[in-house]
């Protein structure tokens, strides 16, 4: 039951996201290695885009140090990746970097879109030439591989001035913009200092979507209060006789791909040497990039309640996080791992016998086998983001959950709580309720949870797919620029 693709074969989707879904590192060509060393990497947005069949081109930046190579490096390096991988690079000063996405990127956009205290420094002036200078050297690169009829689909909060600088260029460009993380309400995203720069690049997109109807209704009534002549339509903003369209479009993940991994021997032996080390023992798994945002913390402290309030369940479970190095040039996240060490080490020394621990914790990240094989085993899978775009770790557990019917304990804050109506929610916030729905989950019945379990994977294997994500929005971008023309027209 897939969908049509609605592009001819003369139109190319232009992808545009910060990075390319490869890590570079510089070779020793003296030890035989090649000059550039390229390793595919992982992540939400990878993840997603990943999963869609439709023919794309990608342009991204490669990350730091590709800035400050010399320019006959940098060319060598841009013909490696278009030969290799078909991406595009984007190059930019590491100086110029560090602002844009440490600073500007992660320190502001990114905690305040998640309603987390905000770093109000991250906005200075300097921050902000820079994150309009790395938004104008993408739109260089977009610009030099721009064919009229093209498709261009910008990706997430580092270019949020991508459309605007595009528009200015090409007045009739098809110009689509994808959100990932959430969008906040208008009394948070007021406090921007480029609040105004920012919602008018937007503007500039034929289309704009995101993740859950709240992000888009937040983003609605921003423009309304934010921007003179806004008015709100029933399909999207009115403003200088621009109308871009607003969509709600739950990205989703390639589910086949995980149930193939389940068949393959490697991911088989994992799970047959997970179960027989936690022989008996209910499995509880969360995975999640070290974020502050992730609610790892207050997972922490659910898991001590539950030993606490249900002293039963001591030796009877076992808690097994992953927890994957994430922004670590970031002070904030420096000071997370921390934090989530010393709990770890604190909650198990307090519960944990000689012969039990209660948490298995590791930071850094699993392969594709092994991560399948921790979802497959796994009673239950707790996400506690305090806010969360989506979350595909959610979907992904669920893909791979046939058979066992585990349970999905899910935060009321991850934007899958909207999709996945098969879960156990909770408010992560509330200690000692995430430590009683963890409880009831991992005690429910196998009909309630065969029938949880039903209703989501269904959802995450059919309907709500990344193919079928990238298909609806490519398919809406055409009818977004067809209206906007429209009113052109007028
Ligand atoms: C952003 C938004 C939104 C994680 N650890 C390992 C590993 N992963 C993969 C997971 C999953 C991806 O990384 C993480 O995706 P999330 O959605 O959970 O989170 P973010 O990275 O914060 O993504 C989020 C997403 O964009 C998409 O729009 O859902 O809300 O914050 O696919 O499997 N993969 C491997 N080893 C690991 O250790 N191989």
């Given at each position: 039951?897939?969908?049509?693709?609605?592009?001819?074969?003369?139109?190319?989707?232009?992808?545009?996201s910060n990075r390319l879904p490869i890590n570079f590192s510089l070779g020793d060509p003296t030890k035989g290695e090649p000059e550039f060393v390229l390793k595919p990497s992982s992540g939400g947005l990878v993840t997603g885009l990943r999963g869609c069949s439709l023919p794309f081109t990608w342009i991204g930046w490669l990350g730091f140090g590709t800035g400050s190579l010399p320019k006959d490096a940098q060319d060598r390096l841009r013909a490696v990746v278009q030969r290799d991988y078909s991406f595009i690079p984007v190059f930019f000063p590491d100086e110029i970097a560090s602002d844009y996405y440490n600073v500007y990127s992660n320190q502001l956009l990114w905690?305040?879109?998640?309603?987390?205290?905000?770093?109000?420094?991250?906005?200075?002036?300097?921050?902000?030439?820079?994150?309009?200078?790395?938004?104008?050297?993408?739109?260089?690169?977009?610009?030099?591989?721009?064919?009229?009829?093209?498709?261009?689909?910008?990706?997430?909060?580092?270019?949020?001035?991508?459309?605007?600088?595009?528009?200015?260029?090409?007045?009739?460009?098809?110009?689509?913009?994808?959100?990932?993380?959430?969008?906040?309400?208008?009394?948070?995203?007021?406090?921007?200092?480029?609040?105004?720069?920012?919602?008018?690049?937007?503007?500039?997109?034929?289309?704009?979507?995101?993740?859950?109807?709240?992000?888009?209704?937040?983003?609605?009534?921003?423009?309304?209060?934010?921007?003179?002549?806004?008015?709100?339509?029933?399909?999207?903003?009115?403003?200088?006789?621009?109308?871009?369209?607003?969509?709600?479009?739950?990205?989703?993940?390639?589910?086949?791909?995980?149930?193939?991994?389940?068949?393959?021997?490697?991911?088989?032996?994992?799970?047959?040497?997970?179960?027989?080390?936690?022989?008996?023992?209910?499995?509880?798994?969360?995975?999640?990039?070290?974020?502050?945002?992730?609610?790892?913390?207050?997972?922490?402290?659910?898991?001590?309640?539950?030993?606490?309030?249900?002293?039963?369940?001591?030796?009877?479970?076992?808690?097994?996080?992953?927890?994957?190095?994430?922004?670590?040039?970031?002070?904030?996240?420096?000071?997370?791992?921390?934090?989530?060490?010393?709990?770890?080490?604190?909650?198990?020394?307090?519960?944990?016998?000689?012969?039990?621990?209660?948490?298995?914790?590791?930071?850094?990240?699993?392969?594709?086998?092994?991560?399948?094989?921790?979802?497959?085993?796994?009673?239950?899978?707790?996400?506690?983001?305090?806010?969360?775009?989506?979350?595909?770790?959610?979907?992904?557990?669920?893909?791979?959950?046939?058979?066992?019917?585990?349970?999905?304990?899910?935060?009321?804050?991850?934007?899958?709580?909207?999709?996945?109506?098969?879960?156990?929610?909770?408010?992560?916030?509330?200690?000692?309720?995430?430590?009683?729905?963890?409880?009831?989950?991992?005690?429910?019945?196998?009909?309630?949870?065969?029938?949880?379990?039903?209703?989501?994977?269904?959802?995450?294997?059919?309907?709500?797919?990344?193919?079928?994500?990238?298909?609806?929005?490519?398919?809406?971008?055409?009818?977004?620029?067809?209206?906007?023309?429209?009113?052109?027209?007028?």
């Amino acid at each position: 039951d897939q969908m049509e693709p609605v592009t001819s074969q003369a139109t190319r989707i232009l992808v545009v996201s910060n990075r390319l879904p490869i890590n570079f590192s510089l070779g020793d060509p003296t030890k035989g290695e090649p000059e550039f060393v390229l390793k595919p990497s992982s992540g939400g947005l990878v993840t997603g885009l990943r999963g869609c069949s439709l023919p794309f081109t990608w342009i991204g930046w490669l990350g730091f140090g590709t800035g400050s190579l010399p320019k006959d490096a940098q060319d060598r390096l841009r013909a490696v990746v278009q030969r290799d991988y078909s991406f595009i690079p984007v190059f930019f000063p590491d100086e110029i970097a560090s602002d844009y996405y440490n600073v500007y990127s992660n320190q502001l956009l990114w905690p305040v879109f998640h309603y987390q205290k905000q770093n109000i420094f991250a906005a200075n002036p300097k921050a902000w030439a820079a994150y309009q200078a790395a938004n104008k050297a993408f739109a260089a690169v977009v610009g030099e591989q721009y064919r009229p009829g093209d498709l261009v689909w910008v990706h997430d909060y580092q270019l949020c001035l991508l459309p605007g600088y595009l528009r200015e260029e090409h007045p009739t460009m098809t110009i689509g913009f994808f959100l990932h993380i959430p969008f906040p309400s208008s009394e948070v995203f007021r406090t921007v200092p480029q609040r105004r720069e920012i919602l008018d690049s937007l503007l500039d997109a034929n289309l704009v979507g995101f993740h859950a109807f709240e992000f888009a209704r937040h983003f609605c009534s921003s423009c309304q209060r934010l921007i003179m002549d806004a008015e709100t339509t029933q399909n999207g903003i009115l403003s200088r006789g621009r109308l871009t369209t607003v969509m709600t479009d739950p990205i989703g993940i390639d589910a086949t791909k995980f149930l193939k991994l389940l068949e393959q021997d490697e991911t088989k032996d994992h799970i047959s040497q997970l179960l027989a080390e936690f022989d008996k023992k209910k499995i509880i798994v969360g995975v999640d990039r070290v974020d502050y945002t992730k609610g790892l913390v207050l997972k922490l402290l659910a898991i001590e309640q539950l030993l606490k309030s249900h002293p039963e369940m001591r030796e009877k479970f076992v808690f097994l996080q992953v927890g994957v190095p994430s922004r670590q040039d970031v002070e904030e996240y420096q000071d997370l791992v921390r934090e989530v060490n010393g709990l770890v080490g604190r909650i198990n020394a307090e519960f944990g016998a000689l012969h039990w621990m209660p948490i298995r914790y590791i930071n850094r990240s699993v392969d594709q086998p092994y991560l399948a094989a921790l979802y497959a085993v796994a009673d239950a899978c707790l996400v506690s983001s305090t806010r969360d775009g989506m979350n595909l770790v959610a979907l992904e557990y669920v893909a791979c959950q046939e058979g066992r019917y585990g349970a999905l304990v899910l935060s009321e804050f991850a934007g899958a709580a909207s999709s996945l109506p098969g879960s156990f929610i909770h408010n992560p916030w509330n200690i000692g309720e995430t430590a009683e729905v963890l409880y009831n989950a991992l005690i429910a019945s196998e009909e309630e949870r065969r029938l949880k379990h039903r209703r989501n994977f269904e959802i995450v294997t059919r309907t709500g797919t990344a193919d079928r994500w990238a298909n609806l929005f490519i398919e809406e971008l055409g009818k977004a620029y067809a209206a906007s023309s429209a009113i052109l027209a007028e």
